[in-house]
């Protein structure tokens, strides 16, 4: 299991809570205002009793039906003031934490696009999205709620107990005495219960990726019959976590039985002997109707609290979860010679580059060694290695989506690490082998390459990449695509991912295998349009085909981690078995799959990425559906 599954440690809920002050500050004074009123509501129950006291020992005693009605208007009116504070407070607070709310989630997922690639690697989508949801709503509730009713049945409570002494010390310290052991069972609850809520929101987590990966491979599980096994699983999991939040009931149950009894057996005792004190005749009636009923009235602040904790307790561990990931450090910008500007004349450079995933193994061999390249300005140089050779890993490096562990890689004579990262961002293009396509319009997803990019150069980038498909769409370039939109085949999502690479026409560009989902024929048509991209800027082309790499000027061989052979095609051809290996291989399949376990995963990641069609021979143009 990955660490976002923290072991909740020795930690109070309290300290967690309070880190929520900074996004409560703003609406502190509306916050706080709305306790008060809630205090002020609450206390005005307990005024209550007193009344009902004067009225059995006022008119009632004295025969006054005239007193009576007048004391059932106060008691009516009181009823009314209670009601109209307790509506004032809901209102006061709804808007200014549904504000709360919104601030915390839009912090997260800026957050969330800040931090490095590693850090998603590493994290489940699913924890991440419980996170801002379910997490988040759950702290508007607590700051809505629990906060404020701590607060408010305390001072209730603590007002109440003061009436009852004043009332009759003898009868209040009666029912004082169960406070002792409630406290601490409500501490051993407590502590019981944040380790269950953690239990359970940690599940949730598990079971939303569950659900996002079968929403995302849906195709797999279908195509593969899979649908069974995937939904025994997300029962397992969903069967699990009904057990931790069986677990959370009985704890609740528990602690309830002890809350509402115990007072119970107080207020009988109290009853007991109060009516003794009354037939004695050393407490009068009203006395006691009113001691009983303040008592009664102190019930429910009393029996909440139990609710009230375990609500803050679910609280505290949302807030915990909040922060682990709004703790992990962004992307550090190094403070870098932003004077040095690429002088233009060394391309790209590679220096004794070493690289590990920060997730490997400590002591395992890294999945790039003593990179040593050079290339040259203006120059294509493809990269040709078996699969898992560690092209991906490379190419990830030049935008910094990982850094080196070792050594530089230089951009025009500049330390790619010396540049802020936006100007790094904006002087390398890149499109992955996986081609993305979020829910906007083509257009839109096109120009997301380049900032500031225009009509013009979308239209040079789509007739670049061979996209002119985009024309014949249901709305042109404006169509949507996407999640939400129209779903393209793969071969034309590589071509728009093509296209967002150029449109910016970026002095470097790093493509990952960008043709692979091509048919040969438009293949043929895109690489004549790359060469004329290619011809003005300096590339770095994951290849697999003869044909893709005979548009670079020279090839590197990466094989496990290191390059091993470097030259234009025909020397390697000549000169290195490994490479003469792979490229004839490569026309019957895209890539060198020594093993047929390898070539699964192929035929498997053709259907991830949408283009069943080629999995299954069938021109990828095809594979188009809504
Ligand atoms: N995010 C990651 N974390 C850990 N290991 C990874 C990660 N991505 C790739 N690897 C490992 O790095 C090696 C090289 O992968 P990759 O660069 O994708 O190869 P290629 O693109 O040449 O097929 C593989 O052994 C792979 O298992
Ligand atoms: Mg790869």
Redesign the pocket.
Known sequence: MPENHVEPKDRSAARSLLRLWPYVKPVRIRLFGAAGVAVVASCLGLVIPLVLKWIVDGPVAHHDPGGVWLGALYLLLLGIAEALLFGLRRWMVARPLAGVEASMRADLYRHLQRLPV?FH?RWASGQLLSRGTTDLMLLRMFLAFPLTFLLVNATTILAGFIILLVQQWTLGLVLLAPVVPLVILCSVFETKYALVARKAQDQVGDLTTVVEESVLGIRIIKGFGRHRSQALAFHGLSQRLRGTELDKARLLAGIWAFITTIPELAIGAALVLGTIQVADGDLSAGTLVAFLSTALALRWPVESIGFLLAMSQESATATERFFEVMDVAEEHETAGDVSAEPSGTDGMVFEGVEFR?P??EAGSVP?LTRIDLRIRPGETMALV??????????T?LVPRLHDATAGRITLDGVDITDMPRERLRKLVSVAF?EPTLFSATVGENVLMGAEGAGEDDLRRALSIAQADFVHDLPQGVDTQVGEQGLSLSGGQRQRLALARAVVGQPRFLVL?DPLSALDVHTETLVEAALRRVLESTTAVV?AHRPSTVMLADRVAL?SE?RISAVGTHQELLRSNAEYAWLMSGAESSL?AEPTAYEAAEDTLAAYVSGDGARAMDVPAEEGSAR
């Open positions: 590693a690697d995933y997730d490997a999945v290695g078996a699969t898992g050779s560690g092209k991906t890993t490379l990830a082998e990952d994951v990466l981690g890539s």
